[in-house]
């Protein structure tokens, strides 16, 4: 592997000064600013924890799919089994005498946090009928979006050993529900639902973000025994989005606390800078055999990153490629990465392609090649004499 470093004159002038990274109480925690991807603060956030009610967003994400499949309606009852309504906790109260429509199952799942409601759905979506076959169905559909540290036992987080989600992966599927479905993503936002009146003390949004005039507007809050509490969060301010996930804090005013402080920030104390620029060398990686020795290294858009406001100066980072590289080289194939590592922020990297076509050197090119590679050989201190 070949380091290179990157010249200062390739990068804006950035930052001198040390990023402060929040302190959270959290037992862990992510934060994601969703505009340019940047990830703010990473605390244990590949450790498969209980999640609690949080699970529930991957519940509701395989509800949305069904409903954009036309495999399920919005308008379309669904029967309540007797498995789901034994389930305690957060309910709708819901009895088998019901039918209950998918939007109403919906939004009892994202307002009241229903538990019934949740097994109501997955019965419905389940390979085989029942809440266990729609744990696995949702493991398996989990691995295919790139959650590696979740596992399902249940449909809505209820305690059951072996039923985990890191808080990365918890922001994953955040982010994919924002992303694929904004038709349903202002349900989050919503502060009451009362299902039929029967549960007046269970018609509220439990989120504590939504009332404070932050720009938050979702997702789902979570609280067991064992896994504390916890929050995924999103608020929007101006074009920026953050996304947020903490767990396994001691109480339901820590959680509110720590997740406005958050919130504040990740608006406050970061901006948008643009670090490299589509189509500009930031650096140029040799060629072997080519018919020019070498090729620029370029990204194929501007990288915008979040970096803190008090920084200033000139932003540390490397090309990485193996080289040199064999020709012939293509216009857009990707040959290096550029590594940044701002003070208090997890690495950052960008894919570099080539910005030109590099043909195979003629006859004379490899025949000088072949004599230079020679010479540096003979020259070499490590050759017998």
């Known amino acids: 592997m070949r380091l290179l470093s990157v010249l200062a004159a390739c990068l804006l002038c950035l930052a001198a000064l040390p990023a402060q990274a929040f302190d959270t109480s959290a037992r862990a925690a992510y934060v994601l600013d969703q505009t340019t991807g940047t990830v703010l603060l990473s605390k244990n956030a590949d450790e498969p924890l209980p999640p609690a009610s949080m699970s529930k967003l991957m519940t509701l994400y395989v509800t949305f799919e069904a409903i954009r499949d036309g495999r399920l309606g919005l308008d379309e009852r669904l029967p309540v089994s007797e498995h789901a309504m034994s389930y305690k906790g957060s309910t709708m109260f819901l009895d088998t005498t019901d039918r209950v429509r998918v939007e109403d199952l919906l939004r009892g799942v994202i307002v009241n946090s229903g538990n019934d409601a949740c097994v109501v759905l997955a019965e419905a979506l389940s390979p085989d009928g029942t809440e266990a076959g729609f744990a696995r169905f949702m493991t398996t559909r989990a691995r295919q979006m790139g959650m590696d540290n979740s596992t399902f036992m249940n449909s809505n987080g209820w305690p059951q050993a072996g039923h985990r989600m890191s808080v990365k992966d918890l922001a994953i599927v955040a982010q994919r529900i924002i992303e694929d479905f904004p038709e349903f993503y202002p349900m989050f936002a919503e502060t009451e639902f009362a299902f039929d009146g029967r549960a007046p003390q269970n018609i509220r949004n439990r989120n504590p973000l939504l009332s404070l005039d932050i720009g938050a507007d979702g997702l789902k809050t979570g609280h067991t025994q064992e896994a504390g509490y916890g929050l995924v969060g999103s608020a929007r301010q101006g074009d920026r989005r953050v996304i947020f996930v903490i767990t396994g804090l001691d109480s339901e ?51 915008t990153v979040l970096l803190p406001i008090l920084q200033s100066g000139d932003l540390e980072g490397e090309v990485v490629y193996v080289g040199p590289v064999d020709a012939p080289v293509e216009k857009g ?42 010479i540096k050989k003979w020259l070499s201190p490590d050759a017998a004499t």
């Open 253 to 303: 005013r820590a959680r509110a606390e720590e997740s406005e402080a958050i919130v504040n920030w990740s608006f406050r104390h970061f901006a948008e800078k643009t670090i490299a620029k589509q189509g500009v060398p930031v650096e140029r990686a040799e060629v072997w055999m080519g018919g020019a020795p070498s090729v620029g290294l370029v990204p194929n858009e501007d990288w």
């Open 333 to 374: 194939q990707q040959l290096a990465e550029l590594v940044v590592r701002p003070d208090g922020l997890p690495e950052m990297t960008l894919p570099l392609v080539a910005d030109a076509d590099v043909p195979s050197g003629g006859f004379m090119v490899r025949v000088t090649a072949a004599a230079n590679a020679l």
